[in-house]
T-cell receptor, first 112, second 117 residues
């Protein structure tokens, strides 16, 4: 059990570019969550997968955001046409049950 | 919707002092309650949890009791150490009797704790 991993750890991009982040959950965890955390705030829920099915999406997830978990293992989060307001830490968490989520180290996105 | 309110920080204490970080919540149904900790340069870690009213979560000398009547889940530690310096987040996950809960977490804004020797 190597924990939840996220890549890249840091991403700097220019406004208008597309970015994609990857999350590798703990093996055999069927639940996977994405959150966004801005400076000085707690994480905010973005979306939830159970196996490969995306079962819940926050209203924060605009149509520029898309997430996938094609084989029920790793997940990707893509942001199209990035804006400066997208600058944040993007966190992934996985779990076997609804009450114990394990978080990855996060991907810090800076949009210039 | 569900929400979590934490006492504003930062909190600065001397080693061996008593710690309380207040947390109150608003939720429908029967939420589970959590404290997460984020040490400098590290990811979020689950510190403790309580899944029903009157349950007490405890870990590493920290405790919190799920108080439904006051909708609170205050974090306490009798004697803090320098190594407890971190950001502490109170959180809840929705819970519906007889319904589907996906477990998404709603977090408070976090409280920065600094402990001096």
């Amino acid at each position: 059990d190597t924990g939840v991993s996220q890549n890249p750890r840091h991403k700097i991009t220019k406004r208008g570019q597309n970015v994609t982040f990857r999350c590798d959950p703990i093996s055999e965890h069927n639940r996977l969550y994405w959150y966004r955390q801005t400076l000085g705030q707690g994480p905010e829920f973005l979306t939830y997968f159970q196996n490969e099915a995306q079962l819940e999406k926050s209203r924060l997830l605009s149509d520029r955001f898309s997430a996938e978990r094609p084989k029920g293992s790793f997940s990707t989060l893509e942001i199209q046409r990035t804006e400066q307001g997208d600058s944040a830490m993007y966190l992934c968490a996985s779990s076997w049950d609804k009450d114990t989520q394990y978080f990855g180290p996060g991907t810090r996105l800076t949009v210039l | 919707g569900d929400s979590v309110t934490q006492m504003e920080g930062p909190v600065t204490l001397s080693e061996e002092a008593f710690l309380t970080i207040n947390c109150t919540y608003t939720a429908t149904g029967y939420p589970s309650l959590f404290w997460y900790v984020q040490y400098p340069g590290e990811g979020l870690q689950l510190l403790l949890k309580a899944t029903k009213a009157d349950d007490k979560g405890s870990n590493k000398g920290f405790e919190a009791t799920y108080r439904k009547e006051t909708t609170s889940f205050h974090l306490e530690k009798g004697s803090v150490q320098v190594s407890d310096s971190a950001v502490y987040f109170c959180a809840l996950s929705e819970g519906y009797a007889g319904g589907t809960s996906y477990g998404k977490l709603t977090f408070g804004q976090g409280t920065i704790l600094t402990v001096h020797p």
